[in-house]
């Protein structure tokens, strides 16, 4: 009888042990596939994806420095001119992107090739939307199916339809499991 017991006590004493050593190799390979995430993420924010029609030279903005921009379009401007530009941080599942793109220029989100923010398939229409300046307001409008894109400011959400909505800085466009965070900077020439 105390061999029995023993012996369970024994096998019970194992498995504790072989549950913590499973649960450790799981917990240290979490952790790997955490910083990896963590690293990958890093890399993206760190390349920056360019308007070519805003003909952007410079992107890294440092404190003391502003924008370098080359405008392709309009007018002469004079040398300290200020232009307002949107740094779109895009985060989906798998990714994170910036881009610094000119709203003067339209800007289309959509899941093809052809749009200036190319979403993954699935997550919008071909071409889902628009942004674009007028009379000194950035608008979005909804192109595609009603109900994917929403907007929230200040914590309140609202749906993005075919009416010109107005974006403001801060504002954090929804667009399937796609998040864009809009930053309205102001960028000079260099």
């Known amino acids: 009888m105390f061999l029995i017991i023993l012996s369970g006590a024994t096998a019970l004493a194992l498995i504790i042990i072989l549950t913590v050593i499973i649960k450790s190799r799981i917990r240290r390979r979490d952790e790997a596939i ?12 760190d ?18 420095r502003a924008f370098a921009v080359n405008y ?5 401007r004079r040398s ?12 989906s599942e798998f990714s994170v992107r910036k881009y610094m793109l000119d709203p003067a ?16 398939a699935g997550e919008a229409d071909a071409r889902q939307c628009e942004m674009g300046l007028q009379d ?4 979005l409008v909804n192109l595609g199916s009603g109900d994917r894109v929403w907007v929230t400011r ?14 403001k800085d801060g504002d954090i466009i929804q667009i399937g499991r796609v998040t ?11």
Do not use: H, W
Not at 136 to 139: D, I, P
């Open 47 to 64: 390349r920056m994806i360019l308007n070519e029609n805003a003909g952007v030279d410079v992107l890294r903005a440092q404190a003391e």
């Open 154 to 167: 200040k914590g309140k959400r609202k749906n993005a339809d075919s009416r010109k909505l107005e974006i």
């Open 80 to 91: 300290n001119e200020k232009r307002l530009m949107l740094q779109v941080e895009e985060i």
């Open 105 to 120: 220029n339209l800007i289309t989100i959509g899941c093809v090739k052809e749009n200036t923010i190319e979403l993954p």
């Open 72 to 76: 392709s379009q309009g007018g002469p």
């Open 180 to 190: 864009l965070k809009i930053s309205f900077i102001l960028a000079g020439e260099g």
């Open 136 to 139: 000194g307001m950035v608008y």
């Open 34 to 45: 955490m910083k990896a995430q963590d690293k990958m993420r890093e890399e993206a924010l």
